[in-house]
């Protein structure tokens, strides 16, 4: 079976590989809009946009593919677009909780399956000198809120899955496969 990750992200691969050796990535040039409002649904509909075209032209293969959101006070903060919009995330982050949902979909067999995740973030206390740093070092810039939860100085505390708030619930996503690919062979 060919496994298909739809997503461009160095962690998703990073995390897909403690499941798969071997998979091909195709990130799909999708357009991210939803009619949806509540974050959960968000991300399993962004999750799923973002299959793009892959189940019509891979139909022999799994595909999965995620997103991933801060929400914060009936706010979402996905990937900032410049520096300063990152700034300003971890302005309005800084010090407080949020959480963070991730939608993941997977197409198998000619079925779409979808399923969220969400984990609690308590952010450290920055500086303003901090928040400086950390955006000229680049690492906000390709992930939802500005901030990854590796780069140990941003966070203070989490509850939850930590893959989760990488970008790819693990321990979900592979309780979710088993069932997908037990039902799969008991059908055979």
């Known amino acids: 079976m060919k496994v298909i990750l739809a997503s461009n992200s160095p962690r998703r691969r ?7 050796e ?20 968000i991300v399993k509909s962004l999750a799923k946009i973002k299959l793009g ?20 006070d009936g706010k979402i903060y996905g990937k900032p677009k410049d520096k300063s919009q990152a700034k300003e995330f971890l302005r309005e982050l800084n010090g407080d909780k949020h959480l963070v949902y991730t939608g993941v ?5 000619g079925k779409i399956y979808s399923f969220f995740d969400r984990s609690a973030v308590l952010f450290n206390r920055l500086s303003e000198e901090d928040i400086e740093e950390y955006v000229n070092g680049g690492s906000p810039m390709d992930k939802a809120g500005a901030y990854g939860i590796q780069d140990e100085e941003v ?31 008991e059908r055979v």
């Open 105 to 109: 979909a997977i197409y198998f067999n």
């Open 155 to 185: 966070v203070a505390a989490y509850k939850g899955s930590y893959t989760n708030i990488v970008g790819l619930p693990m321990e979900k996503l592979r309780d979710k496969l088993d069932v997908i690919l037990k039902n799969a062979t």
């Open 53 to 72: 075209n892959l189940p019509i032209e891979k139909k022999e293969c799994l595909i999965i593919s995620a997103d991933t959101i801060v929400y914060k």
């Open 22 to 41: 071997e998979f091909e990535i195709l990130p799909q040039n999708v357009i991210e809009k939803c009619k949806y409002t509540r974050p959960d649904l």
């Open 14 to 20: 990073e995390l897909l590989s403690e499941i798969f």
